[in-house]
RNA sequence: GGGCGCGUAGCUCAGCGGCAGAGCGCCUGCCUUACAAGCAGGAUGUCACUGGUUCGAACCCAGUCGUGCCCACCA
């Protein structure tokens, strides 16, 4: 682990739980490289001028949590504000992207409780049906055992127990991040409440008739031994043959052709298309079918493609979905060949072997029969895996429960198209609206013993009873009854979500507080399983949405925007940066690239600069400490308030407002950014500099600094709390002597605007910049006072004298000026003697190129002001702005053209 | 096969009609009493290409090329 000392670089740090209230007071003799501060071991000398997160955040975040901030209440007459977390997976653990959504999550519910709502963020995980169960299953297998030596209790038993063990280790790293959650609300789709959730909603649907059971083939992993649903099915680029068999005899033959030629054990009949010429004559004919003494028709179905292969298709309705729905058409039998592990059940040689075996079998033996293997070629087609153990997926004709969605879909749709749910950003809505208007029936059971359990009993004469959840089954087993053995998918339970973590069946408070949530943050990759799910269910139940807006974030990938994967090598453990740079540099870097749905990319050197901007922070207030900034207490007067004073207010309330603007937009960059500039730029490079001409002053004026800087630090401190929470309270409570900023109230645009100000610190900046370009070029070092005459009278920097000798290392005018060269800014003079130093070719060569590029732009401007149709239709502003520019480049030329005579 | 997006500095990306931007990286000089995890200064672009609309295009339109993702019952 990489602490403190470790990441500055081994420079001593005596005290590291020092706080920034004691620095204020002994710092004063703090000596910058303490290496060369000599030999006073116990002086505050020693003192950290590096932020060590690792110190604080801890101790910050349980603290928060003892003191309840997370927990909401139903009872408040606050407005709600809900989040529910997407539920990650009991086996899981937090990965980048968790990290990435997490922090947007938070940040938004701290602000939200910080501008007063009840702001309740609720946590919780999913039980992850087939990925816990094969996780359990594995460990058996280490021990030599399966889960049907077990038997179901004891295995379901079993899960539990792991669960405790090794579940959730997600939620500790939750509290690691900092993710302000209700603890006291956590739940689990597996919990009591949860499960009369499903229980409740399933009898519903089932007596609303929107669930039914049937056959119909569906996705079956052999090695799971388990229906998995579409979405479940991850299709991969396979290799395989292509083979082209002849059926039939004399000259009644008709050449189909197949990726699996194992499943022509089962073919029932050849499809061909009704208007294709070639195969008319054949249609309602029989044809014999190799290797087996049937016959099979050849039937005219359209769902045949005349232009693909030979135009006919063998049709085998127990292993192919089409070839199902070919099969329903027309009436066809299905004759299953393969059991559930993908082996043959046909008898004959084939018998027992294996679904890739049986392949290669089947078209070993149809070569030894003359003609019947017309061409065989390699063929690269898409196949599905399961997602869950990559096994190769095999449509099977099987008993499934099913959801009928369309109605569901319709309400969901119609819940986004109406504008009860918002996407953000919109464009997303397009895909959102592809799934669920297309969206097929659920299959809904899963053959896994870990899930919530169909409840359904079958009685003795074959009769199925749906059982509610608080009824008792329709009778025992000694009567003949049975429960259905299958589970349900996990997404059911998710579905729920929303709603059945606050309570629902049951009319609770937080129901009625916190329904509908008030958004839903999530990445654009699941909007269709999960989304589309949790909208169905939650305007069925409900008659409401379950969210107000849904709020898609883009996938997190490395530095060089790569996705992360373990294959590529490039995967992060967020804790990793966490430690080596505090959970605020990994969040704020995040938050940074956020932009709306689209991908974040991210690497270590960026974590990097966000930690040296909580260290940035961290000076800054140390520095405002060290001068005594004060929190309380009304503002000064403007009329005791200098122009930089004025100007950084102004911009402080401008921020305020912009900083509000994004977070409704749910722009995580832009304000990121935006607070990033302000503080650094504005605040610290600025504002802290210009300040300190008043601190030096002392008496009212070193007064009224501190409490405009003490103002602006607060505001900001807060501003950035909801994306920083950690550095920002330590430092807050510092400045402030405050509770906390988890509670302490969101910043409020006071409206404060100085238009006047601000011109005249743009000016003053221009200045000082201008002079230190030539300071850097004529070769003087930063530090090094040069003295100088200032002539500003008549201009924008009258009032500025003091800031500038301060901000540009001039020392009061002496006698010799020697050489001196001068610089007119904004027609006032700087006279620098440097003692016959200047470098006069620098300056020439600076000033010509400077003078070439107001040239230019004076020529650009006036030709634009000479343009007819540019008068005539650009908005005022446009046109008063490309004047003033006009104006700027003339002044500039006659300036430049000044001093390069006098350079001579 | 259908749909959506994206090509802007060395890298990763903002900007989406009115002076081409940021972070990182790069060059120069600095321990300037808040901060060397820092400070000051500097360099860097056919805004993928070709046409069009417009007084004005990185931005709007059409096409081309490149690239990524999603959907689909590609035998």
Redesign the pocket.
Known sequence: MAG?SA???GKPIRDRDIGARTLAVVTEN?Q??P??AGPHPASPADLP????PAEVEEKLYEGWVARGYFEADPKSERPPYAIVIPPPNVTGSLHLGHAFQHTLMDALTRRRRMQGYEALWLPGMDHAGIATQNKVEQQLAEEGKSRQDLGREAFVERVWQWKEEYGGRILGQMRRLGDGVDWSRERFTMDRGLSRAVQTIFKRLYDDGLIYRAERIINWCPRCLTAIS??EVE?QEDSGE?VSLRYGEGEETVV?????AETMLGDTAVAVHPDDARYRHLIGRQIKLPLTDRSIPVVADP????E???????VTPAH???DFEIGRRHDLPSLTVLDERGVITAHGPFEGLDRFEARAAIVHALRGQGRVVAEKRPYV??VGHCSRCDTTVEPRLSMQWWVKVAPLAQAAGDAVRDGRTAIHPP?MA??YF??VD?M?DWTISRQLWWGHRIPVWYGPDGEAVCVGPDEEPPGTEAEGWRQDPDVLDTWFSSGLWPFSTLGWPDETPDLAKFYPTSVLVTGY?II?FWVARMMMFGTYVMDEVPFRSIALTGLV?D???K?MSKSFGNVVDPLDWMEA?GSDAVRFTLAG?A?PG??V?IGE??V??S??F???IW??T??AL?NGATVTGPLPDAAEMSAADRWILSRLNEVVAETDRHYEDYQF??LS?VL??FA?DEV??WY??LS?TAFARGGRAAEVAGRVLGEVLDVMLRLLHPVIPFVTEELWTTLTDGESLVVAAWPADSGFRDAAAEGEIRTVQRA??EV??F???Q?L???QKVPARLALAGTPLTAHEEAVRQLL?LQPEGDGFQATATLPVEGATVELDLSGAIDVEAERKRLTKDLAAAEK?LKQTTA?LG?E??L????EQ?VE??RA?RAAAESDITRLKDQLARLG
């Open positions: 403190p990441a500055s670089g703090t910058r490289h290496e060369h001028t590096q932020y060590a579409d979405i299709y292509l189909v052709a197949t990726t699996r769902h045949v493609d005349p693909f292969g030979t135009g006919a298709v063998k192919d979905p089409n087609h898409s464009e397009s895909r592809d799934w297309n097929h990759d269709f990938r530095e060089h925007g996705k740079y690239g932009n689209t991908d990319p050197d960026w990097k600069a930690r040296n909580a260290n940035k000076n800054a140390r520095f060290m960059a832009r950014d990033y500039h650094w610290f490079d802290v500099e300190k000082v910049t230190r370009r300071r850097a070029e070769g070092q930063p530090g290392r732009e634009k343009n149709g540019f005539g239709k650009a908005p446009v702005k490309i520019r």
